[in-house]
């Protein structure tokens, strides 16, 4: 099985720019987890919005690279059967002529 959520979007500290420590901005989060359904094992996207949500949150990460990494702990963590996960953090708010954005692709 594959879930997936995207356009995840939320309001965080998130980066290394003055300005970025002090105000929130617009993050928006893709995820696509694949994972072995066996004996009801199932994943709550509802849970994982909200979780990845409360996580950047209380992070304020200074840094896409970190939070992408700790995001993928956290996930781990919580769901065990995931074999391949992909994850993508946008800041499409931070630049006036593109959206800036780091993701990373995991096989377990």
């Known amino acids: 099985m594959t879930i997936h959520i995207e356009q995840l979007t939320f309001e965080a500290i998130i980066g290394l720019l003055d300005f970025e420590r002090e105000h929130t901005q617009r993050v928006i989060i893709d995820l696509e987890a694949v994972y072995n359904y066996e004996n009801g094992a199932f994943i709550d ?15 304020r990460y200074k840094l896409l690279e970190d939070a992408l990494l700790d995001l993928e702990t956290l996930i781990l963590s919580s769901y065990s059967h995931i074999t391949a ?23 377990y």
């Open 45 to 59: 996207y509802a849970d994982l919005a909200e979780m990845i949500t409360i996580r950047v949150q209380e992070g």
């Open 85 to 107: 996960l992909t994850l993508k953090i946008k800041k499409p708010d931070i630049l006036p002529n593109c959206q800036v954005a780091l993701s990373q692709h995991w096989h």
